[in-house]
């Protein structure tokens, strides 16, 4: 084959390859849900590129990881997207690195396959995907050919797509961010007041329409102006959050949790008794008990006053009327705390 033939060659799959990538961009750029971006992006490349295996790496702690957080119930994101250790991807990347290919050694990469299983790949490639300048993980390509990725093949095309689906998912995360926010408290990332009031009427008419029951709890953070005016602003904030992580992390996935006000946070149970709801209480305040807050001025140990209503103990026919007798058994308990203080301090 003469030079010019090669040339003419090359610069056909080259055109190939271009058409491919145009496909691709254009069933992702108009999408601007997390989920249906992965889902389209990484089905798509396999198909349009038959790929036998594409998937992402995503840093730990960072932008993307965050946000991905955030999606419930995708199949795709959790099959397909593996997490890493910022120092473990960092041993191969850098700011300003360029894609990654090999067809040899593959297990020198396990941190990048999913569950560090490397499957019948036999040849690999590992772009960079950045947010806003951050890098934040890799768009990863597997074939069982060992020619399809060697490492001293031109990456220039694969470069340019991976500037554009960078671009795809800042926008993603953009519109994700906004839309989350319009739901949930920026502090702690719960849901907020108004947001729950939603929930809360959905689960009531569910509660009431299939004769189920529904336990809620209505707390607050004891002492919230004293750590406010002894530690600052930022450590009531820290506390808030710390709060809301401890109600999460004991939490079932299917409880519903709401900062409803300031320091206030409510619990919905659904199928749960009033007995299973103060247990539940009765663990988190154990694990704050255990497990004090570290803070630049030392340990500070937080503590919940609460409240409990449960459908089963009375005969609710509103939601409003399970949320005020809550709210009521708050207060009651808060009068006792406040009494047995004043008795200690020798001021009753």
């Not at 691709?24 to 038959?50: G, Q, V, W």
Request: with cysteine; net charge negative; charged share 30%.
């Amino acid at each position: 084959m003469s030079d010019f033939d090669r040339i003419f060659q090359l610069l056909k799959e080259n055109e190939a390859i271009l058409r491919k990538f145009h496909l691709l961009e254009s069933k992702i750029l108009a999408i601007l849900n997390l989920k249906d971006f992965f889902e389209s992006l990484l089905t798509e490349m396999m198909s349009i590129f038959r790929m036998p295996y594409v998937w992402m790496t995503v840093i730990k702690n960072s932008k993307l990881a965050e946000i991905i957080s955030w999606v419930e119930n995708s199949d795709t994101i959790e099959q397909r997207i593996n997490f890493i250790d910022k120092n473990e991807f960092m041993r191969f990347f850098n700011s300003f690195s360029k894609p990654l290919l090999s067809n040899s050694d593959l297990r020198t990469y396990h941190a990048f396959f999913s569950d560090g299983k490397i499957y019948p790949i036999r040849s690999i490639a590992l772009a960079p995907v950045f947010i806003d300048g951050e890098i934040v993980g890799t768009l990863n390509q597997g074939d069982i050919e060992p020619s399809r990725f060697e490492a001293n093949m031109d990456t220039s095309l694969l470069e340019q797509l991976m500037v554009k689906i960078s671009l795809c998912l800042s926008n993603v995360l953009a519109h994700e961010k906004i839309q989350f926010f319009a739901y949930h408290d920026p502090l702690t990332e719960l849901l907020n007041r108004r947001a729950f009031e939603t929930e809360f009427q959905r689960e009531f008419s569910r509660v009431q329409r299939h004769k189920l029951r529904l336990s809620l709890v209505f707390s607050d953070l004891d002492d919230f102006k004293r750590i406010n005016d002894l530690y600052g602003h930022e450590a009531g904030d820290k506390a808030l959050k710390y709060i809301a992580d401890t109600i999460k992390l004991l939490s079932r996935k299917e409880d519903i949790i709401s900062r409803f006000a300031g320091d206030e946070f409510v619990i919905l149970l659904p199928e749960t008794p009033s007995d299973k709801a103060e247990n539940l209480m009765t663990r988190i305040k154990t694990h704050l008990d255990s497990h004090p807050l570290e803070t630049d001025s030392g340990k500070l140990y937080l503590s919940l006053s609460n409240g409990i209503a449960s459908t089963e103990d009375s005969d609710f026919t509103q939601p409003e009327q399970l949320l005020k007798a809550a709210d009521k058994q708050l207060y009651a308990v808060k009068s006792v705390k406040k009494s047995e203080e004043a008795r200690a301090k020798g001021f009753i």
